[in-house]
């Protein structure tokens, strides 16, 4: 190490550093703190909103495919009802070449028929497409049952009847969507179904046609789920499979939307979901549609903005360093010379003069004042020096009457006045703490929430003193029976509560029990020159904790807690419920 760098190094000491280094350093630790909250806060904005919008355009594409198979099992349902209508469908085996001539045709133009027919009320099939089922006898079909009183569009399902009909790739088993509507003779009574089984290949081409939208430009996996959670359509591998993910069960309880997510392969996902919604004439099926996009490439912008964001935050910080430098120099070098000249003067040097007033009005008249002051400071210095010792002795005295006094508010603030125990404040610190502690470490928190059973009762017939006369009582029984590490606390009029650290149902329903049992068997309480029989109702609710649950968690323990309470009250008192899990 140089001699340059070891004189920089001691002039940036602290005690050595002059008013320039501070001045340059205060501004420059400034000004870094300043453009790094602000680019914190623009990098989060921005951040957030970006995934938003990246999330919602996932959840738009789920929409959009779910809204494409609603409106094209519209249409083949409408097609069916149209059929239903035509004249002649009421007596097939008089139309048969008509009507099946006509299914042909529709067959043709919509190759996503696999079969178009009619059957009778008896459920016997009298016209078909390609004569195919002719004669079979369709009636404990669900597409007939339900077809033969109002239009109908059954779930995806395999091919039972058709599949000895129509060929289909040995791994790829023929599977059928179902659309039926009635048909009426002319005083409005049913005479037989007309029905099309459509190849589920026509999903499977929406599923892909939007996978094909977005090669290239958005990569993404497309999956479509019965109302059962099973994958009906999706990526080769994942058909018929019982998929249990966030987005699969959201889909079912809410609206459209989107979630990060761990799929069973490990990997994590950003997932846009949507459920189809049906139409007046039929219910959804409950089909949803779920796009999937790998986490690491949907975000990849947001990293990239990221970075712009920090590089212009870095080149803003030097700009910011650069200014400061050069202001602390413009600020320091007066002051400079006047604490060089007062050094001078300190060592007695007989030519040592203060510098000419120059520079900032505040340096002017600071170089003015200490000519005045130094023959003042000589002839004070003795009684300066006395005053200050007595202050200094004065300011430890009132320290330490000022720690005893913060002390005992301490004590105050944290402790109930009459039981003597913890009072409803630091309870509610204390399980606010707990809760996130026992969530960080995977561990269960029990809370025993108890309530003095006819505590009115008491008041109103003995009078205030005696009811406290009880809590006091109470209080100290319970304070007996705890366990050593928990934390009990009045935290009402007559409830009393205890936090029970690292406690699973299997500690807290007993100890909760002993709690209960111990006031019972205290027999009747003296208050005054009577004795009062006293009982409590106790609720118990044990939380295990998770990270994304700890904001609300002491919430939902509290009112779990209470809730069992209550359900004591409500079943008799002087006895213990427990929370529903």
């Not at 789920?62 to 239903?84: F, I």
């Not at 301490?410 to 606010?432: I, K």
């Amino acid at each position: 190490m140089g001699p340059r760098v070891r004189g920089l190094i001691e002039r940036l000491r602290p005690r050595r550093a002059g008013l320039r280094a501070w001045l340059g350093l205060s501004y420059g630790l400034l000004a870094v703190l300043l453009v790094g909250v602000l680019s914190v806060l623009v990098e989060r904005a921005a951040s957030d909103e970006l995934e938003y919008d990246i999330g919602l355009r996932l959840a738009a594409n789920a929409g959009a495919l779910a809204e494409r198979m609603d409106e094209g099992l519209y249409e083949r349902l409408n097609d069916m009802r149209t059929l239903s209508l035509q004249p002649g469908i009421a007596e097939p085996e008089a139309n048969q070449e008509t009507l099946r001539a006509m299914f042909d045709m529709m067959q043709l133009t919509y190759r996503d028929y696999a079969w178009i027919g009619i059957a009778d009320a008896t459920g016997v099939v009298r016209v078909a497409s390609r004569g195919m089922l002719e004669g079979e006898n369709v009636s404990a079909r669900p597409w007939f049952k339900a077809g033969l009183r109002d239009p109908f569009v059954g779930d995806i399902r395999d091919a039972v009847l058709l599949q000895k009909y129509i060929d289909s790739p040995a791994d790829d088993p023929l599977r059928l969507i179902d659309v039926a509507a009635p048909v009426h003779d002319d005083f409005g009574v049913p005479v037989g179904v007309v029905g099309a089984h459509l190849s589920s290949e026509w999903a499977e081409r929406l599923r892909r046609d939007l996978i094909a939208g977005q090669i290239g430009r958005d990569p993404v996996e497309v999956f479509v789920l019965n109302n059962d959670g099973m994958v009906v359509l999706g990526p080769e591998g994942w058909r018929d499979r019982l998929l249990e993910v966030s987005s699969g069960r959201a889909v079912r309880a809410g609206p459209p939307g989107f979630v990060l997510e761990t799929w069973p392969d490990g990997r994590d996902y950003l997932t846009g979901y949507a459920r189809t919604r049906g139409r007046p004439l039929f219910e959804s099926l409950g089909w949803a549609v779920l796009v999937r996009k790998d986490a690491e490439l949907a975000f990849a912008p947001v990293a990239d903005l990221r970075r712009q964001i920090w590089l212009v935050s870095v080149a803003l910080t030097l700009v910011f360093l650069l200014v400061a430098f050069l202001l602390a120099r413009q600020i320091g070098t007066p002051l400079q010379a006047l604490a060089a000249a007062a050094r001078r003067l300190q060592a007695g040097e007989p030519d040592a003069t203060f510098p000419p007033e120059r520079g900032y009005r505040e340096a002017r008249e600071l170089t003015g004042a200490l000519r005045g002051l130094v023959e003042e400071l000589t002839a004070h210095e003795r009684e300066l020096t006395a005053l200050t010792q007595q202050l200094e002795q004065r300011v430890r005295e009132r320290t330490v009457e000022l720690s005893e006094a913060n002390a005992q508010l301490e004590v105050l603030a944290m402790t109930d006045g009459l039981t003597g125990l913890a009072n409803r404040r630091h309870f509610g610190d204390q399980l606010a703490r707990e809760v996130i502690r026992c969530g960080e470490k995977g561990k269960p928190l029990a809370l025993v929430t108890m309530d003095i059973d006819h505590f009115k009762v008491i008041n109103d017939t003995h009078g205030h003193p005696a009811g406290d006369a009880v809590l006091r009582r109470v209080a100290m029984l319970l304070e007996e029976n705890v366990r050593g590490g928990d934390l009990l606390a009045r935290v009402g009029g007559e409830e009393f509560a205890v936090l029970a650290l690292e406690a699973p149902m299997s500690e807290a329903m007993p100890l909760a029990e002993r709690l209960r049992a111990c006031i019972e068997n205290a027999g009747p309480i003296s208050v005054g020159r009577t004795a009062v029989p006293v009982t409590i109702s106790v609720g118990v609710a044990v939380l295990w904790g998770r990270q994304g649950d700890l904001l609300k968690a002491p919430e939902r323990l509290l009112a779990a807690a209470d809730d069992a309470l209550y359900r004591a009250k409500r079943n008799g008192r002087n006895r213990v419920e427990v929370a529903a899990p």
